[in-house]
């Protein structure tokens, strides 16, 4: 496997189980990213870690858990979403230098979101 | 509020014609990384093109040039020679430094390109 794999890369769910996606980097890198891309909406950055941290969650709502064991696995853990999380989940993998440098993250193919 | 603006939400273009996607940005800070990714209909954000704030010459790419306007808080995506396999949607992002975290973007709302043979 080279980039950023993710699976599954297509995901149907009620809205009261419980799921997991995955994503993972073969890059080297010490970044990790999720992702939401809504439909007519701007990408939204969900989470952050940094060297296995997690330094930015921008106001995702619990129902969404962040898990990153390792610099080159991430997971976003689902438990009783609601049908306006129907969307694709990016996973995104970055290296991050000396402040003052900014480098390209790389993406996976995303996880296509339904709830039902 | 860091903010970046795509006012095209679809464009047309001739095969082997130039286009040019516009993008303007808003922030207030001094340092700061302006990119272009492409998302073709499989999902999949491909990275096309950055240009730092402190650049003082337009990136480029192969195909793609950067037009960087730093008064104007613009940076346009130029492709020239558009191929078939350019249709797709793009996306301008702006990287900060938020959090301590580098890597932050912000994205547009994105353009949608069309490439007619």
């Known amino acids: 496997e080279t980039g950023v794999t993710q699976t599954p890369r297509h995901l149907v769910m009620g809205m009261t189980n419980k799921k997991s996606l995955k994503c993972e980097q073969h890059?080297?890198?010490?970044?990790m990213y999720w992702y939401k891309q809504s439909a007519k909406k701007p990408l939204e950055l969900m989470f952050v870690y940094n060297f296995k941290e997690q330094t930015e969650n921008n106001s995702v709502p619990s129902r969404f858990s962040p898990e990153c064991p390792n610099s080159s696995h991430l997971f976003l853990h689902l438990h009783t979403l609601q049908p306006e999380d129907s969307a694709l989940y990016l996973c995104?993998?970055?290296?991050?230098?000396?402040?003052?440098?900014?480098?390209?993250?790389?993406f996976g193919p995303g996880t296509r979101l339904t709830v039902l | 509020a860091q903010k970046i603006t795509q006012t095209q939400p679809g464009m047309f273009v001739q095969e082997k014609e130039a286009v040019t996607l516009d993008c303007t940005y808003d922030?207030?800070?001094?340092?700061?990384?302006l990119f272009w990714y492409k998302q073709p209909s499989s999902g999949e954000m491909i990275f096309l093109i950055y240009q730092g704030s402190y650049d003082e010459q337009n990136a480029t790419e192969g195909r793609y040039s950067l037009n960087f306007q730093k008064a104007r808080k613009s940076a346009n995506l130029v492709i020239s020679a558009s191929q078939l396999g350019d249709s797709a949607m793009y996306f301008c992002?702006?990287?900060?430094?938020?959090?301590?975290?580098?890597?932050?973007?912000?994205f547009g709302k994105g353009t949608k390109l069309s490439v007619k043979p």
């Open positions: 922030t207030s800070d001094q340092s700061y990384g």
């Open positions: 992002a702006m990287g900060m430094n938020y959090g301590g975290s580098q890597g932050n973007l912000i």
């Open positions: 890059l080297g890198h010490n970044a």
């Open positions: 995104a993998s970055s290296q991050e230098d000396s402040p003052g440098s900014y480098n390209e993250q790389f």
